[in-house]
Each structure stands twice: as structure tokens, then as C-alpha cells.
């Protein structure tokens, strides 16, 4: 295994190189540097147009491309403090970044243990009996709250809980004007955005919970150890819980690889300043210094968890060997 580990690792980088220059041309193709400049400083002059264009290797033409990647590349490998200002005002990139990230962590973390917990705990209770009234219910509930869009529950709880009742605030992490930090204030405004994005988790995990795990249950080794006289509680957890488990961590690594790009429909609704909202006002600007190391970080993060997930296969089921 420590072999495989090592030869991804020492693959990564080039893979990176490689996907982030074909995200680098799709920006480039999709955005033309000039016009989006001009968009967001109307005032500018051709002399400053220019000069964003040179300081941030806006080059044209193939090789333009690549010689803007890699001069684009060595800034960012750099540090933030190296990293292109963004288009509107000259301002840094990395502390809007940094904020987003946290903001995004803090909500997707939360809401992922929760729907996690829930989730695998009600697909284990409704995959012991098939067909009981557990199982019919649970598969009934989480096939309802699965087919509601997010925009969809978001709107309704926002107009039951925050415009009805009054009881929680309708977006934001903090109301306007508020300064410092206060934890108890911050969860009140989580609580409707944990809940949109628990309840899409619970959902999605507690059916391939039941199904992964009705499966093993008729495989050999679930029949042989019940005949060795185990109880059924040992079989499920020992054997059935720990195989079962083997097709989730996929799903699973993949989607925490994806949690800091996977929530901009929620954080647009809730206008809560994450990862989404950040891209959302990055794409209407056209501001590729803001775009870049947004699409790095979602890119990176994928590759590493889906090496996460390979050698998490490994564990599980000792019969799968990485080298």
C-alpha cells in the first residue's frame, strides 16, 4: 500500500499541472481578459488595460496560453502574497479566499456529520428487517425529501421559520453591521442552511446505506459466519456494516472533495458568504485572478480525496490489494 500511496503522490503534481492549464484555457476561452477589465473599470485607460494584461500574462494565441499558465503557476506556487489582484479595484484575492473557505468548511462540516450520522444509522436500522414498516418508512421519507431541490426547501423554510415566525434569521452568518465574534449569534444564523444541506445528505446516505448493505447480507461470508452461531448484531456490525462500507467511501471521499464547490445554490439562497457566492460573483465579473485559485483549490481537493478513497478501499476489505 505505502507503495501506491508514493506513486500517486508522485503523480499528483503533474496531474494537477495538467488539469488546472486545461481549467486555465477553458477561463481564458470563456472570459476575454480585455473586455471584462473594461466591464469593471469603465474608466480605465488603454495604458492600464495594457498593463493588466502584461502583469497577469494575458497573452493571446496558443503559445500565449502557455506562457501565461506557467507565469500564472509560479505566482501562485509563491503564495498568496504573489497571487494576480483581482480586476475590480486591485484588491487581494487571498482574504475574501480564506474567508469563503472557512465560511464553507464551518457549514458543509456541520451539516455532513449531522447527514452522515443520521444517514448511515437510519440505512443500517432499515436495511435489518426489508419491507418492515422501518424500512418502508425511511425509504418513503427519504426518497420525498431527496426529489426537493434545495431552492425549494430553502425558500420554504426560510418563509416558515425566518419570515413567519420570526424565529431564525432569514441569511448572512452575522446581521449587517455586527462586528466581532459571537457563536451563539453565528449557529442561529446556520441553523436553516445546516438543515437544507442535511437533509439532501441524510437523503442521499441512508439509501445507499440500505442498498450496499442488502447486498452483503446475502453474500457467503454473511451466511458462514451466521452459521458459526455469531448473533445477529455481531454478523451486521462485525461483517455486514464494515463491507458494506466499501462502496460508500466512494461516494463519500468524492463528495468531500467536492463540499467547497457543492454548495452555491444554498449559499445563494441564504446569501452566505462561502465558497459559492464567491464564484458567483467571480463569474459575473469575469475576474480570472479571482477564478484561478478558486478552481486550484477545488481541484486539488477532489485528486487527494479520491487518493483518500483508494486506500480507504484497502482497509476495509484487507481482499483488495493497491500494489
Known amino acids: 500500500m505505502l507503495r501506491f500511496i508514493v506513486r500517486r503522490l508522485l503523480w499528483l503534481p503533474l496531474t494537477i499541472v495538467l488539469v488546472t492549464f486545461i481549467v486555465y484555457c477553458a477561463v481564458r476561452t470563456g472570459w476575454h481578459p480585455e473586455e471584462t477589465y473594461k466591464r469593471a473599470n469603465p474608466r480605465a485607460t488603454r495604458a492600464k488595460v495594457e498593463q493588466y494584461l502584461a502583469v497577469n500574462g494575458l497573452y493571446e494565441g496558443f503559445g500565449g496560453f502557455i506562457k501565461g499558465y506557467f507565469q500564472w503557476l509560479w505566482r501562485f506556487v509563491q503564495g498568496p502574497d504573489h497571487?494576480?489582484?483581482?480586476?475590480?479595484?486591485?484588491?487581494?484575492?487571498?482574504?475574501?479566499?480564506?474567508?469563503?473557505?472557512?465560511?464553507?468548511?464551518?457549514?458543509?462540516?456541520?451539516?455532513?456529520?449531522?447527514?452522515?450520522?443520521?444517514?448511515?444509522?437510519?440505512?443500517?436500522?432499515?436495511?435489518?428487517?426489508?419491507?418492515?414498516?422501518?424500512?418502508?418508512?425511511?425509504?418513503?421519507?427519504?426518497?420525498?425529501?431527496?426529489?426537493?431541490?434545495?431552492?425549494?426547501?430553502?425558500?420554504?423554510?426560510?418563509?416558515?421559520?425566518?419570515?413567519?415566525?420570526?424565529?431564525?434569521?432569514v441569511a448572512g452568518v452575522y446581521p449587517p453591521g455586527h462586528q466581532g465574534f459571537d457563536l451563539a449569534l453565528m449557529?442561529?444564523?446556520?441553523?436553516?442552511?445546516?438543515?437544507?444541506?442535511?437533509?439532501?445528505?441524510?437523503?442521499?446516505?441512508?439509501?445507499?446505506?440500505?442498498?450496499?448493505?442488502?447486498?452483503?447480507?446475502?453474500?457467503?461470508?454473511?451466511?458462514?459466519?451466521?452459521?458459526?452461531?455469531?448473533?445477529?448484531?455481531?454478523?451486521?456490525?462485525?461483517?455486514?456494516?464494515?463491507?458494506?462500507?466499501i462502496p460508500i467511501v466512494t461516494v463519500l471521499a468524492l463528495d468531500i472533495g467536492g463540499l467547497l464547490g457543492g454548495l452555491i445554490i444554498t449559499e445563494a439562497i441564504f446569501n452566505y458568504p462561502g465558497m459559492g457566492v464567491y464564484f458567483l460573483r467571480a463569474i459575473n465579473n469575469g475576474d480570472i485572478p479571482q477564478l484561478m485559485p478558486y478552481l486550484v483549490i477545488i481541484v486539488i481537493s477532489v485528486l487527494f480525496f479520491n487518493l483518500v478513497a483508494d486506500v480507504s478501499y484497502a482497509y476495509l476489505d484487507p481482499r483488495i490489494r493497491l500494489d
Open 83 to 169: 497571487w494576480p489582484r483581482s480586476i475590480k479595484g486591485r484588491a487581494l484575492v487571498y482574504p475574501p479566499l480564506r474567508y469563503s473557505i472557512f465560511n464553507t468548511l464551518r457549514l458543509a462540516g456541520i451539516a455532513s456529520v449531522i447527514g452522515w450520522g443520521i444517514g448511515l444509522t437510519v440505512g443500517v436500522l432499515a436495511a435489518r428487517k426489508p419491507g418492515s414498516w422501518f424500512d418502508s418508512l425511511a425509504n418513503t421519507t427519504a426518497f420525498f425529501l431527496g426529489a426537493i431541490p434545495p431552492f425549494v426547501s430553502g425558500v420554504a423554510l426560510q418563509l416558515i421559520f425566518a419570515v413567519e415566525l420570526g424565529w431564525l434569521p
Open 187 to 245: 449557529a442561529k444564523h446556520l441553523v436553516l442552511p445546516v438543515t437544507v444541506v442535511t437533509i439532501q445528505v441524510i437523503s442521499a446516505y441512508s439509501r445507499y446505506m440500505r442498498a450496499s448493505l442488502l447486498e452483503v447480507r446475502s453474500s457467503d461470508f454473511v451466511r458462514t459466519a451466521r452459521s458459526k452461531g455469531l448473533s445477529e448484531r455481531q454478523v451486521l456490525f462485525r461483517h455486514g456494516v464494515r463491507n458494506a462500507m
